[in-house]
């Protein structure tokens, strides 16, 4: 674990293994938000790739806005993209320069280190497409403008330039974590200072189902597991929409999350 003190964001903690199980809660709460007991999950829009030593998680606002969190062993890589501050923009990268590859953002996350480079690598796939363009040619840059990267006890990238680079805010609620949950951004995080970055909606009555998220995502953390009976009936309304239900198992299966029996859902078809 690492500490850094930022003007505009605070006090940052930077944990790998933080880091990898909010990404799971966060996934989990999200494939959950229509059929649980809870209001205001971390992100409406999430998805998720690879596995708990080596994978990625994408979190978009559905305006265009996003941030992409990949790790493996060694630690972790953050990029993020705010809509108009991309590479081109933001990063200083040429139209003649892009690759539509890694070293379109590398510049995001100066001194990366060599161990980094199989999460840096797995993180840009999850980037979208630009569509910067020049007599016709578009020339398909890789999306994100800023980025961090965590190893050991060591942390950079162009996070902690000062002033803050646009989309800085939805990395460092990655580092405010509220007992190893991911927030959702507040309304005043367009105006970054301590303490307006993240925001906490919970209700108490909403306190139970995210007991229950916390227990399974701990188990889940030391192996495959399943909900019990008990945390079902705890964590879900009592009449959900059946195709609702049938897509959250679908999509926490994937996590390694199953109910009980262990039910195999099948993909959807094509």
């Known amino acids: 674990m690492i500490e850094r003190v930022t003007r505009h964001f605070g006090r940052l903690v930077f944990d790998r293994d933080a880091t990898v199980r909010a990404a799971l809660r966060a996934y989990v709460e999200t494939h959950l938000r229509w059929i649980a007991r809870f209001w205001y999950p971390a992100s409406d829009c999430l998805g998720w790739t690879g596995d708990l030593q080596r994978g990625a998680v994408y979190n978009a606002d559905g305006e265009g806005n996003y941030?992409?969190?990949?790790?493996?062993?060694?630690?972790?890589?953050?990029?993020?993209?705010?809509l108009g501050c991309g590479p081109i923009e933001q990063l200083g990268v040429s139209l003649?320069?892009?690759?539509?590859?890694p070293d379109d953002v590398r510049g995001a996350v100066p001194g990366?280190?060599?161990e980094l480079e199989s999460?840096?690598?797995?993180?840009?796939?999850?980037?979208?497409?630009?569509?910067?363009?020049?007599?016709?040619?578009?020339y398909g840059e890789k999306l994100a403008g800023v980025g961090f990267w965590l190893h050991g006890d060591r942390v950079g990238g162009t996070l902690f330039d000062d002033p803050s680079p646009h989309g800085a805010v939805r990395?460092?609620?990655?580092?405010?974590?509220?007992?190893?949950r991911l927030l959702p951004?507040?309304?005043?995080?367009?105006?970054?200072?301590?303490?307006w970055i993240v925001t906490y909606h919970d209700r108490p009555e909403d306190a139970p189902a995210h007991a229950v998220?916390?227990?399974?995502?701990?188990?889940?953390?030391?192996?495959?597991?399943?909900?019990?009976?008990?945390?079902?009936?705890?964590?879900?309304?009592?009449?959900?929409?059946?195709?609702r239900v049938r897509g959250a198992q679908r999509r926490l299966q994937k996590v390694g999350i199953t109910w009980p029996g262990s039910p195999e859902i099948p993909e959807e078809p094509t």
């Open 185 to 195: 951004l507040s309304c005043e995080s367009y105006r970054p200072r301590p303490g």
């Open 67 to 82: 941030e992409v969190v990949a790790w493996n062993e060694a630690g972790a890589v953050g990029l993020a993209y705010e």
């Open 112 to 114: 990366l280190p060599a």
């Open 96 to 101: 003649g320069a892009v690759t539509r590859g």
């Open 171 to 180: 990395l460092a609620a990655w580092s405010l974590l509220h007992k190893g």
């Open 213 to 243: 998220i916390d227990a399974v995502v701990d188990r889940r953390l030391k192996g495959p597991t399943e909900f019990t009976p008990a945390e079902l009936e705890t964590l879900l309304r009592p009449t959900p929409d059946p195709k």
């Open 119 to 138: 999460a840096f690598v797995m993180g840009v796939g999850m980037l979208a497409t630009g569509g910067a363009a020049d007599d016709g040619v578009v």
